[in-house]
């Protein structure tokens, strides 16, 4: 029997649950329909109606709506090892799109398929779930930061937020991460400008605190930015098995 | 056999999907612990350790963040045959609190009882699902209107939203609905003060769009609201069974 790959959705299920090899298998199987997507061509419309969801395996992917005045709001961005589309799966439509921020590898998961695994194997299902829960309590967060945050508490606590759930994946530290996002999206995430999100960037660095340049996010100061953002990461729950 | 109760949350679940005698049964087992909570007291704290949901059968709910500063992000108002804390069964924390608005009745659901009814009837935990994901596209569209909407079509929108989801439980039409909300839940919900409320709210009466007086709002121009606002409710996915 061939060694099971650790994807990074394993990597991050297992912060939750210690998978057994036939849960491991199940998993694996959901991986079998690779795809790739170029960066900038939408993956999933919204208003389309989807019949499969995404697990994401490499690069970097943003959810959003489009609003009619042509403003977006980005809901989320989604790293490896995170699903999209999970709930389009379940309503009619999707109710926002996916666009990959740079070219991405996702294994694409029919309904069908998934239905079947959950049926197969319930802690997996259960897991899978954790998952789409996290993925909801960060969508929350966000909420949370737009309505009460003021613009650099709100940068501070996304940038925490990023860097917490791509070291769950094994792409990331307290000391920092590699970052592919423009100002637009930092904008579009954040409710602010860019010519606002270029002045917080500005101010986090003078203050010594986080720098964002080339790609990178360095984290020069972890305490003090957590302290700034008032960043409690139990919402991300994964401090069980990973980080004790 | 005695007839199976029409729950609020049988009645929402059945816009989704035609549920069999079995599925409600199961459904009906769920309602088994009665519940009463007051007006004003949590029934979940924001990071307690939570091992049962809710299903809520009379009364109104809010589920908010509170942020250290003491303001707090209402992040969804819960109305009969909603769920609430669904997230915080899978999750070791609840990441909010549900506070009762009204005096309330609701069911409690251990993540036991849950397990056991999603593997003896998979349509019906895919139901549940649905309203999950249902629970999160709003929450989705919270987001957007704090980051996009102007305070008028954030409050327009709101109101659409409310009156569709009490539509689908038979308690509200396009003519209106009762609401026990105050001008405080709805700053604490919109990211407003209270005093721009009260002026937008004004506003919208004086434009002959919505009143909303002594605990009701009527819709007196529904189509008028639904073009402020910009209203699309397919993320509601509702339309089904139900409206067509």
Known sequence: MKPVETSPLT?????????????????????????????????????????AAYILSAGWVCSYKLQPDGTRQIVDFQVPGDFLGLRSVLLRTSDHSFEP??????????????LEA?????????????????????????????????AVARMAHFLLELGARLALVGMGSKEGFGCPLTQYHLADALGLSAVHVNRVLRQLREQGLVTFRDGH?????????????????????????LLT
């Open 11 to 51: 990597r991050k299920l297992s912060a939750f649950v210690a998978l057994s090899e036939i849960e491991l298998g199940a998993l694996e199987r959901l991986h079998q329909r690779r795809r790739s997507f170029a960066a900038g061509s939408d993956m999933v419309h919204q208003g389309q109606s989807a019949q």
């Open 118 to 150: 959950f049926a197969q194997t319930p802690r997996l299902a259960t897991a899978i779930l954790w998952a789409a829960s996290r993925d909801e309590a960060m969508v929350v967060e966000h909420l949370v930061g737009i309505g009460r945050r003021d």
């Open 217 to 241: 996010v360095t984290l020069h100061d972890y305490a003090g930015l957590v302290a700034l953002a008032d960043f409690d990461p139990a919402y991300l729950d994964q401090t069980g098995p």
């Open 101 to 114: 921020i740079v070219d991405v590898q996702a294994a694409e998961v029919l309904t069908s398929d998934l």
